[in-house]
T-cell receptor, first 113, second 116 residues
Framework: AQKITQTQPGMFVQEKEAVTLDCTYD???????LFWYKQPSSGEMIFLIY??????QNATEGRYSLNFQKARKSANLVISASQLGDSAMYFC??????????FGTGTRLQVFP | NAGVTQTPKFQVLKTGQSMTLQCAQD?????MYWYRQDPGMGLRLIYY???????DKGEVPNGYNVSRLNKREFSLRLESAAPSQTSVYFC???????????????FGPGTRLTVT
C-alpha cells in the first residue's frame, strides 16, 4: 500500500521569501511518481510538478522545485520568491504501478506582505 | 478546449434521495477518476476507470456506483444519499497507463454536495 504524509498543517512565509513544504511517502513499488497540486480558495486542483522515481535530477517548474531524496523517501516542494497568490492548500500525491494517486492531507500556506 | 467539466456545481439532497454527478473530458484521456474531499482528509479515491468499459473500486467506494458511458464521460451515482456523503466531489482524467509510469491528473472544478 502507498501512503503520503504531510506533517505541516499550516505554514507562513513572507512575500519574496522561499518556503519548503514537507512530504514523505511510503511505497513498495519500484517505479512510482510523486506529484504536487495546489488548491486555492476557489477550490480547483492545479497540477504543479512531477518527479519520477528514476529521475536523476530534481524536477523544476518555474518557481517550483522538488527536493527529492529517495533514500529518505521524501519529496519536499520548494517555492522560491513567494507571492501573495501562492496562498493556498498544497497536496502531495504518489502514483505507482497502477494509475491511482494517493494524496496527503495537505499543507495550508499563507503568504503575508 | 474545456478540459474536465462537472455538473452540477452545487447540490442539496435529502437523506435517501438519489442523484448522478456528471463528468466529461475533452483531452482524449483514457483514465478517469472520482474523488471526494473532506476537511482534514485530503482527496480520497472513490472509483476509477482505466479505460472505456472498465471500472474499479478505490479507497471509499461504498454507497456509490459509476458508469463509464464512453471515452469522454464518467458518471458517479449516489443511490440513497446519506449525511456522511456530504463532501466536495472531484472528477479527474489522465493519459493512458503505462506500466510503472504515472501521469498527472487534470481535475474538474468540483461539485459541492450537502445531504441533510
Amino acid at each position: 500500500a502507498q501512503k503520503i504524509t504531510q506533517t505541516q498543517p499550516g505554514m507562513f512565509v513572507q512575500e519574496k521569501e522561499a518556503v519548503t513544504l514537507d512530504c514523505t511517502y511510503d511505497t513498495s513499488d519500484q517505479s512510482y511518481g510523486l506529484f504536487w497540486y495546489k488548491q486555492p480558495s476557489s477550490g480547483e486542483m492545479i497540477f504543479l510538478i512531477y518527479q519520477g522515481s528514476y529521475d536523476e535530477q530534481n524536477a523544476t517548474e518555474g518557481r517550483y522545485s522538488l527536493n527529492f531524496q529517495k533514500a529518505r523517501k521524501s519529496a519536499n516542494l520548494v517555492i522560491s520568491a513567494s507571492q501573495l497568490g501562492d496562498s493556498a492548500m498544497y497536496f502531495c500525491a504518489i502514483g505507482g504501478f497502477t494509475d491511482k494517486l494517493i494524496f496527503g492531507t495537505g499543507t495550508r500556506l499563507q503568504v503575508f506582505p | 478546449n474545456a478540459g474536465v467539466t462537472q455538473t452540477p456545481k452545487f447540490q442539496v439532497l435529502k437523506t435517501g434521495q438519489s442523484m448522478t454527478l456528471q463528468c466529461a473530458q475533452d483531452m482524449n484521456h483514457n483514465s478517469m477518476y472520482w474523488y471526494r474531499q473532506d476537511p482534514g482528509m485530503g482527496l480520497r479515491l472513490i472509483y476509477y476507470s482505466a479505460s472505456e468499459g472498465t471500472t474499479d473500486k478505490g479507497e471509499v467506494p461504498n454507497g456509490y456506483n459509476v458508469s463509464r458511458l464512453n471515452k469522454r464521460e464518467f458518471s458517479l451515482r449516489l443511490e440513497s444519499a446519506a449525511p456522511s456523503q456530504t463532501s466536495v466531489y472531484f472528477c479527474a482524467s489522465s493519459e493512458s497507463l503505462r506500466a510503472g509510469v504515472s501521469y498527472e491528473q487534470y481535475f474538474g472544478p468540483g461539485t459541492r454536495l450537502t445531504v441533510t
